[in-house]
């Protein structure tokens, strides 16, 4: 067996959070394409529907929405439920969702932060844990989070205090997690994206004229594309990473590396 047949997710069962559009939709798109019946898990149900459906027409793969709150816990906790029963088990996920609220420190607001650490980290925490469970009572399996390059670096010039905190401590959640589960078959890795061009960042008002700053910035003078971060989704998802765990993968274009 060749090295892609070994990568293949051919039979596999997952879902993603935050998957209805930008770097959720194309990690679905890679899992779908490598083999694997995927799970469009959304806040925005519409869009997540649209996304499953094409999905499912160009890879051929059973591909489902669910609408999950993943702030919420009895939502989460049915999200896999439903998972498992509809796509028949559970070997991976990527917890993807998150937002960002770009405000100076001393303007914040006590509920901008806690919405933002309530998405990015106490949702990672929550989809951890339900996936974790069902995994660690059926054989194994990977998680995947979404941290940042944030977590490693302070960003500039937009101030975002709340984001930064959040994404470093999903890197220890991650690490913490790998560890406790490390001996009972289940995998949990991060991944740290830089900027990526997604539809929604280049269409942001409030990010629009932050790009050209970020492109100087930046040792390959441009932002990462959704794409870029395909492969690496699938490695860790699949059978040849089975020695990748308490991981955080950063994929920067070098951003962190000054």
Known sequence: MGILEKMALT?????????????????????AEAGADVAIVDLDIETAKKTAAELAEKT????????????NKEQVDAMVEEVVAKLGGLDFCHNN???????PAEEMTYEQWLKVININLNGIFL???AAGKYMLAHGGGSIINTASMSAHIVNVPQPQCAYNASKAGVIQLTKSLAIEWAKKGVRVNCI????????LTMNSPTLIPLIEKWNAMAPMGRMGK???LESICVYLAGDTSTFTT???????????CF
Request: with cysteine; net charge negative.
């Open 192 to 199: 740290s994206p830089g900027y990526m061009a997604t539809e």
């Open 60 to 71: 051929g793969r059973k591909v489902i929405a669910i609408q999950t709150d993943c702030t």
């Open 127 to 129: 989809t951890d844990i």
């Open 97 to 103: 969702a998150g937002i960002c609220i770009n405000a």
């Open 11 to 31: 039979g596999k069962k997952g879902f993603v959070t935050g998957a209805a559009r930008g770097i959720g939709k194309c990690t679905a798109t890679a899992f």
């Open 246 to 256: 308490g991981t955080d993968v950063i994929v920067d274009g070098a951003f962190t």
């Open 226 to 228: 959704p794409e870029e």
